[in-house]
């Protein structure tokens, strides 16, 4: 095998299911998918797409219904 050659394993779904909650414990520096009241693993089952579907879900939660705006940016600058 050459340098950048390597045996991969096939890809299954318990295998991306891994590779996927690490890359989201990396990033968010904390494991999101354990339950903060038993510490179990949970597992995802939908994901919410709709922003109007998502506010609704928010709200009727009591949550934040609002989804933060992006800021307006600064003009641009004549050189």
């Known amino acids: 095998m050459g340098i950048y050659q390597y045996k991969r ?3 299954t779904n ?3 299911d891994r590779l996927a909650n690490a890359c989201l414990a ?3 520096e904390v ?10 693993e949970m597992k995802p089952v939908a ?4 922003d109007k579907e998502l506010v609704r879900l928010l709200t009727h939660l009591g949550l ?3 989804i933060p705006g992006i800021p307006a ?5 004549a050189v």
């Open 64 to 66: 934040a219904g609002g």
């Open 9 to 11: 394993e096939p890809l």
């Open 31 to 40: 494991y999101p998918l354990t339950c903060p009241r038993c510490g179990l």
């Open 73 to 77: 940016g600064r003009a641009a600058v």
């Open 26 to 28: 990396r990033v968010f």
């Open 14 to 16: 318990e295998n991306a």
């Open 47 to 50: 994901v919410i797409l709709n």
